[in-house]
């Protein structure tokens, strides 16, 4: 028995790096589709679909956030979002699922993340949540340059993460 023990905890050290979170899991069924198509609006409240994004950086991945400026997880992973967009890899667009969108231009005045990431607004959550499966908040989705979801996770996360990094590459180089 004290050796089955041993074996089970080898072996779930080993794969501790590999095994998917919770968020992760929870996100699955996203992996492989396409986003392209979902419209949403600018916060001055002009339509405005993922594939525009995308045409904008044609060679760039896209990191799609869903978040609030209410939810305390969303706003923790905020300054690290802005600094992935920052470094030019990938492409980063925050939707906010707020009531307004003057509660998030207000909320947004308050930051100093700085660039990195531009923000889109869906009011109260109508479009992201059936179109990017967003039933709770923050909602991350990594969309090669085709618009094909690749990679996808629920929950708060650190974006400067070198785990969460390579979870991501691997993700876009299969």
């Known amino acids: 028995m004290?050796?089955?023990l041993k074996i089970c905890a080898a072996l779930a050290l080993v794969g501790c790096s590999e095994a998917p979170t919770l968020g992760e899991v929870a996100m699955q069924s996203r992996i492989g589709t396409t986003i392209t198509a979902t419209t949403v609006h600018t916060l001055e409240g002009e339509p405005i679909r993922i594939a525009e994004a995308l045409a904008t950086a044609p060679t760039k991945p896209l990191l799609v956030n869903v978040w609030a400026t209410w939810c305390t997880p969303c706003i923790e992973e905020m300054p690290?979002?802005?600094a992935l967009g920052r470094e030019g890899q990938v492409q980063v667009v925050a939707?906010?699922?707020d009531a307004?969108?003057?509660t998030v231009k207000n909320f947004l005045r308050q930051q100093s993340w700085g660039p990195g990431l531009e923000v889109w607004f869906d009011a109260n959550g109508l479009?992201?949540?059936e179109a990017l499966g967003a039933k709770g908040l923050?909602?991350?989705l990594l969309a090669n340059p085709q618009g094909k979801v690749v990679y996808a996770t629920a929950g708060g996360q650190?974006?400067?993460s070198p785990a969460l990094r390579a979870k991501m590459a691997n993700a876009l180089a299969r």
């Open 2 to 4: 004290r050796n089955i």
């Open 80 to 82: 690290s979002l802005a």
């Open 95 to 97: 939707i906010a699922t």
């Open 100 to 102: 307004s969108a003057t």
């Open 127 to 129: 479009v992201t949540r």
């Open 138 to 140: 923050p909602v991350t």
């Open 158 to 160: 650190d974006w400067a």
